[in-house]
């Protein structure tokens, strides 16, 4: 197949050794931390000045999953797992002499960081510890001691999203669905709880506390369609858009207004970070997938915008203040570089790539980015998409990759994926739909796949193909069906609804059967994604007929599966009936499942393992 640069193709193990450095953190001396997969997991790592070489602190194979420094002491906290198995442990960790203290000793629990006191003397967060279908919130000093239970949740997922100035609250978030969020304030002396926004279906996001404790700074779409920077009055409980910031006001002659039925009027807000001593706020919005940054600060409760670094080629993934908010650090990549920090000083258009990431030798001609296009779909509809052609891509015979996101409240988005840059060196095209339930389009779009509206995403796929067989490159004898997750479901409904599409089907850790998914994921998910699904109690009937494990007799492409058996979300058993099935009716079927892996592959030598096995897949039937 055509690919790379001058002839020259690149294994898979070269793009998958490329390394991902995010999540960062500020010390109170100035130093980044970060999460590096330098090592083959993610660990935490710090960096003391932009481009310096970097200094590992954790020393594990198993994945660490978050970092957050204390506000006061040269230290910090991390999470970290068995297995990729989402029952996180929280651990503290002391910069001045490298010692490591375990705050919680619950393997068969998972810990949700929350937040650091602001005098540094205690951390929040949530757990399952009582009854595995609840999360509580537990304060615990740094020192370590037991964790105190100081509310006890009302069933599901719970979060903490932050602790107040005044010491004494928590502000936290939790889910009854994909486009409905619990706000409320805790009292952690008192025990009282009281609720916000309560009046109608709201998200509520990235929260903080004002320098005055009198007002929550957050992201929301309450009264909208679309997420703005929102204030809540935690006296009143008002809640209204931030004067000056922007997505406050919906305006006509936004420049970033989207064109096409998926593209809004204004473009959401999805990002917010807060400097609460000098009340200077940095904020993200998401404009057609790509991220547009916005720095300013609060002058009589109104957002004054001043300059900030332009991120427009790529995705703004996180962003975090230093201790005195002089600077602050941003998580970034595009389609062909890899994810890294940049540190940018508050005020200024200019930014440091503090951690800057190589490509394992792959030189930067051979990576390619994409278009943004939109097709056509059954109910007229316009669907927003990424399309990507190989570098020396021949009319007519060029093969596509159809990659499915998960989610299915979620976004692909325009950073780097290895995996991808490696197919279109091998010489796919790819593309990536934002099918009808993603995020990023307005509440509206994101709830057109609600329950009885299931399978409308899956055609919305078909309708993919169709655009692509009029594309001048494409092959339409070599489409192949992609996608993890919820992307996993539409790709085995894809090939049962739509079987003579299909070249080949790749799916990961996906749902076969709604009934058997919803009665053995987690205690603490089900009623959540029951909310999306339909109910064990109420809709047995449609989940039956959404289920692709009940339409196997229509697959006819060679199908590759893969899991983690540690998955708490989606059980591994899902991916083992549909591959029995299949396999029973003579048609090609490859699995690869990880004994020390869940709902992600998390090590790298198990990455390589698992796309060098869907390349050979690949190379084999399409």
């Not at 980015?369 to 015979?397: H, K, M, N």
Request: charged content about 25%; hydrophobic content about 35%; proline content about 6%.
């Amino acid at each position: 197949m055509p690919a790379g640069v001058a002839g020259m193709a690149y294994d898979v193990a070269r793009y998958l050794s490329i390394e991902t450095v995010e999540t960062p953190s500020f010390t109170v001396d100035g130093d980044l931390l970060c999460l590096a997969d330098t090592s083959g997991t993610p660990q935490v790592w710090r960096v003391a000045e932009g481009g310096a070489w970097p200094e590992r602190l954790t020393p594990y194979e198993e994945r660490v999953s978050t970092v957050a420094a204390s506000p006061t002491r040269p230290e910090f906290v991390f999470g970290m797992d068995r297995g990729s198995d989402e029952r996180d442990q929280l651990f503290r960790y002391d910069l001045a002499d490298g010692e490591i203290h375990r705050l919680t000793d619950d393997p068969d629990s998972t810990h949700q960081w929350g937040a650091w006191s602001p005098d540094g003397e205690r951390v929040a967060f949530a757990a399952n510890r009582e009854d595995t279908g609840r999360f509580d919130v537990y304060v615990q000093d740094r020192s370590g001691g037991e964790p105190k239970l100081v509310h006890e949740g009302s069933g599901g997922w719970l979060s903490v999203a932050a602790w107040g100035p005044d010491g004494r609250r928590l502000a936290l978030l939790s889910p009854r669905s994909s486009v409905d969020v619990e706000l409320s304030v805790l009292d952690v002396e008192t025990g009282d709880l009281r609720r916000f926004g309560t009046d109608e279906v709201a998200r509520f996001s990235h929260v903080h506390f004002d320098s005055r404790g009198s007002s929550l700074l957050l992201v929301t779409d309450f009264g909208r369609d679309r997420p703005y920077v929102g204030r809540v009055d935690l006296d009143t409980g008002a809640v209204d858009p931030l004067p000056g910031a922007p997505g406050s006001a919906v305006d006509a002659d936004d420049p970033d207004a989207g064109a096409g039925t998926a593209g809004p009027a204004t473009w959401p807000v999805d990002g917010l970070a807060v400097h609460r001593a000098t009340e200077r706020l940095a904020v993200t919005r998401n404009v057609d997938g790509y991220s547009r940054l916005h720095t300013g600060y609060l002058d009589e409760g109104r957002f004054v915008e001043n300059a900030a670094p332009d991120v427009s080629d790529g995705v703004v993934s996180a962003v975090s203040f230093g201790t005195e908010g002089r600077r602050y650090a941003v998580a970034y990549s595009d389609p062909t570089t890899p994810k890294g920090i940049h540190v940018a000083t508050f005020g200024t258009d200019t930014d440091e790539r503090y951690t800057p990431v190589g490509t394992c030798g792959v030189p930067q001609a051979a990576l390619r980015a994409q278009e943004v296009v939109r097709y056509e779909t059954f109910d007229s509809r316009e669907i927003p998409a990424y399309w990507t052609l190989p570098a020396d891509a021949e009319p007519g015979s060029t093969p596509v990759v159809v990659d499915v996101h998960g989610g299915p409240s979620h976004q692909r988005r325009p950073w780097f994926y290895p995996q991808k840059q490696h197919f279109l060196d091998e010489g796919y095209a790819v593309l990536e739909p934002n099918v009808r339930g993603s995020t990023g389009y307005g509440r509206a779009y994101t709830a057109l796949d609600d329950v009885e509206k299931r399978l409308d995403s899956v055609r919305d796929v078909a309708a993919a193909v169709e655009w692509l067989t009029d594309e001048e490159f494409v092959d339409p004898d070599r489409i192949v069906a992609y996608g993890r997750s919820y992307g996993g479901f539409v790709v085995l409904s894809a090939i049962t609804r739509y079987p003579e599409l299909w070249a080949a089907a790749v799916e990961f850790v996906g749902i076969a059967n709604f009934e058997t998914f919803l009665e053995n994921t987690g205690d603490w998910r089900r009623a959540h994604r029951e909310a999306e699904y339909g109910s064990l109690a109420d809709d047995r009937d449609l989940l039956e007929e959404i289920s692709p494990i009940h339409d196997v007799d229509a697959i006819e492409c060679p199908l590759f599966v893969q899991h983690g058996a540690n998955d708490p979300r989606v059980p591994v058993e899902e991916s083992e009936a549909i591959a029995e099935r299949v396999r029973e009716r003579g048609v090609p079927v490859e699995t690869c499942i990880f004994a020390d892996e869940g709902h992600h592959t998390t090590d790298r030598a198990n990455r390589i393992e698992q796309f060098e096995r869907v390349a050979a897949f690949l190379d084999e039937h399409v």
